[in-house]
């Protein structure tokens, strides 16, 4: 059993800043890729970042310069670090692991942090 934990989301006004972390516990033989997603009401989930085991990270193009996502391998951790936030930021926040458990690599995802940019 494996599970993705979210935290810091809330409520920010516009400018603003927020950290997003996201714990993996369980059953956990290695994690490759972690990454952040998004779904705001009425649309899609979208990929926000990714991050490598390595440290190689991909960024949707209309978030480069604003949002930086890192890790902490000892901790099977993955952060998103939100700066000059937007009313367009507004979203549930889903962090996202590439894990082996048991001998199977899945995709697991978190329950979703909401993240809301008002002023």
């Known amino acids: 059993q494996v599970q993705l934990v979210e935290s810091g989301g809330g409520l920010v006004q516009p400018g603003g800043s927020l950290r997003l972390s996201c714990a993996a516990s369980g059953s956990i033989f290695s994690i490759n890729t972690m990454g952040w997603y998004r779904q705001a009401p009425g649309k899609e989930r979208e990929l926000v970042a990714r991050i490598t085991s390595s440290g190689s990270t991909y960024y949707a193009d209309s978030l480069k310069g604003r949002f930086t996502i890192s890790r902490d391998n000892a901790k099977n951790t993955v952060y998103l670090q939100m700066n000059s936030l937007k009313p367009e930021d507004t979203a549930v926040y889903y962090c996202?692991?590439?894990?082996?458990?048991?001998?199977?690599?899945?995709?697991?995802w978190g329950q979703g942090t909401q993240v809301t940019v008002s002023s």
């Open positions: 996202m692991g590439r894990i082996i458990s048991d001998s199977v690599y899945s995709d697991y």
